[in-house]
């Protein structure tokens, strides 16, 4: 079976500006409640589930790795009008 991330809903937690860098850290919420840490900036792009619920995929309820591959499709979902 293969994981689907649905992005259901995006709050901007952070953003920051120093110079011409700018980091913004968005809160994601998918559609099955897991919440992440959307993190872009200046080249790049992390994502971190927060521990607030179990991972959807590998079900531990705390630090894995299974979002890093889908940093892209879970950015690909966010729309900066979202959450502006
Ligand atoms: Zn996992």
Same mark, same amino acid.
């Given at each position: 079976?293969? +994981?689907?991330?649905?992005? &259901?809903?995006?709050? *901007? @937690?952070? !953003?920051? &500006? @120093?110079? /011409? ?5 968005? $809160?994601?919420? *998918? !559609?099955?409640?897991? !919440?992440? %840490?959307? $993190? %872009? =900036?200046? =080249? $790049?792009? @992390? $994502? ?10 590998? %079900?531990? /309820?705390? +630090?894995?790795?299974?979002?890093? %591959?889908?940093?892209?499709?879970i950015d690909g979902q966010v729309e900066e &009008?979202?959450?502006?």
């Amino acid at each position: 079976m293969t +994981y689907q991330p649905l992005v &259901k809903s995006v709050v *901007l @937690s952070t !953003q920051t &500006k @120093s110079n /011409d860098t700018e980091l913004v850290q968005l $809160i994601v919420t *998918l !559609q099955d409640a897991t !919440q992440l %840490r959307l $993190i %872009r =900036g200046d =080249g $790049i792009k @992390s $994502i971190t589930r927060l521990l607030t619920n179990p991972c959807p995929i590998c %079900r531990k /309820d705390f +630090y894995c790795k299974c979002f890093d %591959r889908f940093v892209e499709e879970i950015d690909g979902q966010v729309e900066e &009008k979202d959450w502006k």
